[in-house]
């Protein structure tokens, strides 16, 4: 196997989008942060930086996911007052973002460059910057039965973990090189259905993982 490299590019100045492998997330980056009287508030939304090299060679394509692994099975407690949601409940995958069709001359991501701010009903798609496609992500099914907030959420919506959480959140986002150049997805497509799409067709693959809490408590 090749080995290759997927990284957040660094900067200096205030308004970098970087985080480091099993690093915090900075607000700038989730749905929501902390608020000290109403728990949580909406945030900027900014997609990440990102960059990756050294891509096998016969990559046509990159795809990109990323989703956390630590969302509550069962969602009756989240966010209610009075309630924690204890570590040991059984946990399940949120897909935040869903990328098809990178040209594999592209080997980068600039911050904000897919989202910029919270777009209620959701970010039109599923066309995207460099001739890619997006899916919608999770909050799609999140916000189904808001009537303000309601639509089909394509492209990033960032961290959002419920505040009483007891576990810090992973948010791994992951890079495939893939052999063909066009995803086999139509329409409307999400996550899951990316992943079994180029099953047999991935070359390579990298991730990186940031981490979240809205829950003051944890520490990490």
Known sequence: MVS?????????????????????????????????VNKITMSKNRNPQLAWSGAPAGTKSFALVCHDYDVPSVADDVNKEGKSIPASLPRVDFFHWTLVDLPPTVTSIAAGEF???????????????HGARQGI????????????????YFGYDGCCPPWNDAIVHHYVF????????????????????VLEAIRGHVLDKANITGLYSLNPAVKF
């Open 4 to 36: 290759w490299i997927f990284v957040v590019l660094v900067h200096p100045c205030p308004s970098s989008s970087s985080f480091s492998n099993n690093g915090a997330i900075p607000a700038e980056f989730a749905f929501c942060s902390i608020d000290p």
């Open 115 to 129: 989202s910029e701010g919270i777009t209620a009903r959701g970010k039109p798609g599923p066309a995207a910057a």
């Open 137 to 152: 992500n999770d909050y799609t099914w999140w916000f189904s039965t808001d009537k303000d907030m309601s639509g089909n």
């Open 174 to 193: 992951t890079i495939y090189a893939l052999d063909f150049a066009r995803c086999p997805v139509d329409g409307i497509f999400k996550g899951p259905s």
